[in-house]
């Protein structure tokens, strides 16, 4: 069966490091979504891309990048981690069929920055 | 700009009631779709409906209902008869048309109690 998974599940750093965090999807989806939820805030679009070597920023990216280099995989990079980027992050998928399609979300990876 | 607005942060019903789940958005755009998501405590975000902006009918599925109303940009959601398996935080979202990104409401956390 198609499905988006994220990897690792859980993840400890340390103020200042890199961080990167996966996300695989076997939908062969054209578009794939990075959010982080907090409480309060609900979820909020980090970047996004619309198919291969597209990538754009959204609500809250500062500190973050992502690349897509194939259909399958958007990873996400906190360039120099900070306390504030303690969230549970969510990647998402969908298609381009009509007018829009649904997004279907992978399990959440919770990231604490100490 | 786009919003979407849960006014209920939390609610509380005993099991077998019935419960409204409120969502209001705001948008220019004539042509949008709205969601509803449940995340239940395992964390998981689960599609529930989607709904264009050209279908104004009612919805329902089984215990579950949605009432989509224009004139009052409201796109409400109930649960009747609730279970103690209805308890989960429920996320109304928004999509412009073509954007194939979602602005998501703050959330309800519902507690059906036993």
């Known amino acids: 069966d198609a499905e988006i998974t994220q990897s690792p599940r859980h993840k400890i750093t340390e103020t200042g490091r890199q961080v990167t965090l996966a996300c695989h999807q076997t939908?062969?989806?054209?578009?794939m979504f990075w959010y982080r939820q907090d409480l309060g805030h609900g979820l909020r679009l980090i970047h996004y891309?619309?198919?291969?070597?597209?990538?754009n920023k959204g609500e809250v990216s500062d500190g973050y990048s992502v690349s897509r280099s194939n259909t399958e995989d958007l990873p996400l990079t906190l360039e120099s981690a900070a306390s504030s980027q303690t969230s549970v992050y969510f990647c998402?998928?969908?298609?381009?069929?009509?007018?829009?399609?649904?997004?279907?979300f992978g399990p959440g990876t919770r990231l604490t920055v100490l | 700009a786009q919003k979407v607005t849960q006014a209920q942060t939390e609610i509380s019903v005993v099991e077998k009631e019935d419960v409204t789940l409120d969502c209001v958005y705001e948008?220019?755009?004539?042509?949008?779709?709205l969601f509803w998501y449940k995340q239940p405590p395992s964390g998981e975000l689960v599609f529930l409906i989607r709904?264009?902006?050209?279908?104004?009918q009612n919805e329902i599925s089984g215990r579950y209902s949605w009432n989509f109303q224009k004139s009052t940009s409201s796109f409400n959601f109930t649960i009747t008869a609730s279970q103690v398996v209805d308890s989960a935080v429920y996320f109304c979202a928004l999509e412009g048309s073509g954007t194939y990104k979602y602005i998501f409401g703050t959330g309800t956390r519902l507690k059906v109690l036993a």
């Open positions: 998402a998928s969908s298609g381009t069929s009509g007018r829009t399609d649904t997004q279907y």
């Open positions: 709904r264009n902006s050209f279908d104004e």
């Open positions: 939908w062969n989806h054209n578009n």
């Open positions: 948008t220019r755009d004539t042509t949008y779709y």
């Open positions: 891309s619309y198919g291969v070597q597209d990538t």
